[in-house]
């Protein structure tokens, strides 16, 4: 678990940032420092089942189970300091886990930011997927590690991928705490099986890319038009864009939870 700043209050509610699929707390990269240079507010990141500090341990195949991992994580903090609810931060897979969690722990959840995130029925599956990237997607499989993460990188940055100290580092820590092709296969299953039925009890905002080659932006609209939320898209970064551009993101994830606080 990474923690910055002091230990929360009642009016000073942590954030609590989640990734996407067989991503750990480590791949926010600058995004932590930039959010707490921006913001009072504690910023939190846990690893869910089968990734990070938990690749050891079995991956769900639901939404509900990965939520549930991280989700235990927070309890235990939230007893240590007395912290009340969490404003979640979402990037993909984690975005279902936040809107999982918000609809069967209202009472928990300050806000929700989904970053490029999607979910049946309201896309379809080969934009909740981009259809033109099952080819790249299915050689992960057979890359070795270090080139799966040069080619991870590839599909879900727009300009990151080209700079050799990022790929030394998710090098790196994929051989530190490296995510079985088991577990990737169980988190994908449950992202597949994610529904979203109803809207969520808590300010919530969209954020997305045009530029996404992994999902489809569209994904976005819908969510933002389902759930009747604010959506701004950044022109030019990738899937990741904590990656690509961790000042835009940043800037507009401390505007929305400055304001819902």
């Known amino acids: ?44 990141c846990f ?47 984690g975005g279902m886990l936040a809107t999982d969690w918000a609809l069967a722990y209202p009472d928990e959840v300050a806000s929700v930011t989904l970053i490029n995130s999607s979910a049946r029925p309201l896309a379809p599956f080969y934009q909740r997927l981009r259809w033109q990237q099952y080819a790249a997607i299915a050689s992960l ?14 599909l879900t940055s727009a300009r ?27 988190q994908l299953l449950a992202a597949s099986r994610f529904k979203l039925l109803q809207s969520l009890p808590c300010p919530t905002l969209v954020l997305s890319s045009q530029a996404d080659q992994l999902v489809n932006p ?19 970064a990738g899937h990741d864009i904590a990656l690509d551009d961790p000042n835009w993101l940043a800037a507009h994830i401390a505007a929305f939870v400055s304001k819902t606080a």
């Open 160 to 186: 990151a991928y080209q700079n050799p100290a990022i790929v030394a580092n998710w090098q790196r820590w994929q051989q530190q705490q490296p995510v079985s092709m088991a577990n990737a296969l169980r």
């Open 218 to 236: 569209q994904c976005s609209v819908a969510l933002a038009s389902f759930l009747q939320a604010p959506h701004q898209q950044h022109r030019w």
């Open 47 to 93: 690893d869910f089942a089968g990734a990070g500090e938990l690749y050891q341990q079995r991956s769900p195949t639901t939404i509900s189970g990965l939520r549930q991992s991280v989700r235990s994580q927070w309890l235990q903090h939230k007893s240590a300091q007395k912290s009340t609810r969490v404003h979640l931060v979402a990037l993909s897979l």
């Open 141 to 154: 499989f057979w890359l070795s590690a270090a080139n799966r993460e040069q080619r991870i990188l590839q």
């Open 1 to 44: 678990m990474v923690l910055t700043s002091e230990p929360s209050l009642p009016d000073n509610m942590p954030l609590l940032l989640l990734r996407g699929l067989t991503r750990e707390q480590r791949h926010w990269g600058e995004l932590v420092p930039k959010l707490t240079e921006k913001l009072p507010n504690p910023v939190l």
